[in-house]
T-cell receptor, first 112, second 111 residues
């Protein structure tokens, strides 16, 4: 089993749709979690950190389910500019983030 | 805003050449990282450094070395470039347990 697994997609959705991605991780002791966004041929950029209580930032909501070992990202009211690859990232270490585990990403295309 | 800069956006080198990729961050972060990213393989960690002159191997260190003489600067060295090192190289920095911030990347082609 891969350490971090994501459905590669692509997810093709119309503007205004709600879309959700899940990401599963294998190390139950993992400490912190992130969602990054990566546009084509650009660097990854932090979208959200994922807290145990879940967190929301505008149209984006991240949830953590430790019992089932997955994190999710929900995007409401999708915009064309949301088209990107979304990377799930897991930090298995307490006290530092020296070796993050990166998923391969989920590709999202928002269509007019 | 955190700023991470990389010395080149695009680089073309010949097989056997020595290649230097430089990365500079301006946020006094103690941790710095070098990754490569290839289609279907995702981000793979080459080396990281958690302090000046300190370095640790990542998952794919073979064929690479690094140097960190100053806190803000982390260099990746390809001693003798090979075609299988053609890739996108991404530098990142972070403080403690917090998120990593990336530079714009260097697309290296080895011919």
């Amino acid at each position: 089993r891969k350490e971090v697994e994501q459905d590669p997609g692509p997810f093709n959705v119309p503007e205004g749709a709600t879309v959700a991605f899940n990401c599963t991780y294998s190390n139950s002791a993992s400490q912190s979690f992130f969602w990054y966004r990566q546009d084509c041929r650009k660097e990854p950029k932090l979208l959200m950190s994922v807290y145990s209580s879940g967190n929301e930032d505008g149209r984006f909501t991240a949830q953590l389910n430790r019992a089932s070992q997955y994190i999710s990202l929900l995007i409401r009211d999708s915009k064309l500019s949301d088209s990107a690859t979304y990377l799930c990232v897991v930090n298995p270490n307490a006290g530092n983030n020296r070796k993050l585990i990166w998923g391969l990403g989920t590709s999202l295309a928002v269509n007019p | 805003d955190v700023k991470v800069t990389q010395s080149s956006r695009y680089l073309v080198k010949r097989t056997g050449e020595k290649v230097f990729l430089e990365c500079v961050q301006d946020m006094d972060h103690e941790n710095m990282f070098w990754y490569r990213q290839d289609p279907g393989l995702g981000l793979r960690l080459i080396y990281f450094s958690y302090d000046v002159k300190m370095k640790e191997k990542g998952d794919i260190p073979e064929g690479y070395s690094v140097s960190r003489e100053k806190k803000e600067r982390f260099s990746l060295i390809l001693e003798s470039a090979s075609t299988n090192q053609t890739s996108m190289y991404l530098c990142a920095s972070s403080a403690g347990i917090h998120e990593q911030y990336f530079g714009p990347g260097t697309r290296l082609t080895v011919t």
